[in-house]
């Protein structure tokens, strides 16, 4: 699509704020109006908008879209979006590891054992490590903790956290994003780290490595996006 604007503003608009395309109000996928809660997100989507050339590439818009799925899919059901974050609660990666005596388990309690007791004293609960891959509920108490946590969120931070922990499977991994002094290559390292164990043990496959690339690519761009709103 050929660019058809001259002009990209960010103004406010029923108390947030939105993109203007030479005066325009931009609408969400679905119609509704694209207002946002912060002048520094409409300005990061602005962005998106004044980077483009002389033909406009749908791919470079990740904050748009998320905005858009914020609006249109999280806000029409938050009950949902916070039933789809609480999946990941329940079977977090970094709560399921390698038997003890093998080497990959130190890898693992290394990296995770400090981003799993980090969540529990913030949060003020108890998660069970499990060895293995058989699942094993997570204390309940718990559970309604973190669903009480994902409750005081606004939309488009849940719409953040569900892409991060969607690529990561992991609620403990897209909550620490949300620390100020979070690092996002850590946190992306630290999720998939069973996959470079077998990479390492195993060697590289260049298609699995261009998925992983693209995977991390959209993780980062969530994690940024996060970030904005923090």
């Known amino acids: 699509m050929k660019r058809f604007y001259r002009e990209v503003a960010v103004e406010e608009a029923d108390g947030g704020w939105r993109v203007t395309l030479d005066g325009r109000a931009i609408k969400t996928a679905l119609g509704a109006p694209q207002i946002v809660p912060t002048r520094e997100l409409a300005e990061a989507l602005a962005a998106e908008w004044s980077q483009q050339g002389e033909e406009i590439d749908p791919r470079t818009f990740p904050r748009r879209d998320m905005a858009d799925y914020a609006i249109d899919v999280v806000r029409a059901d938050r009950t949902a979006a916070i039933g789809k974050l609480m999946a990941f609660a329940e079977t977090d990666t970094l709560c399921y590891r390698a038997d003890p005596d093998e080497p990959l388990f130190r890898r693992q309690h290394e990296l995770w054992e400090p981003l799993v007791t980090a969540l529990e004293a913030r949060e003020g609960i108890r998660l069970d490590r499990v060895s293995g891959v058989i699942h094993r509920p997570q204390p309940q ?6 669903r009480a946590r994902l409750g005081t969120l606004d939309d488009f931070t849940l719409a953040a956290l569900q892409t991060m922990a ?4 992991s609620l403990c991994i897209a909550l620490e994003a949300l620390q100020a002094d979070a690092d996002a290559e850590a946190l992306w390292s630290a999720a998939h780290l069973e996959e470079e164990w077998q990479a390492e043990l195993w060697g590289r496959d260049a298609e699995a490595e261009a998925r992983r690339d ?3 690519a959209e993780f980062l761009d969530a ?3 996060a970030r904005i709103l923090v």
Do not use: E, P, Q
């Open 166 to 169: 969607s690529l990561c499977a």
């Open 214 to 216: 693209k995977r991390r």
């Open 141 to 146: 108490a718990s559970l309604d903790a973190l």
């Open 223 to 225: 994690f940024r996006f």
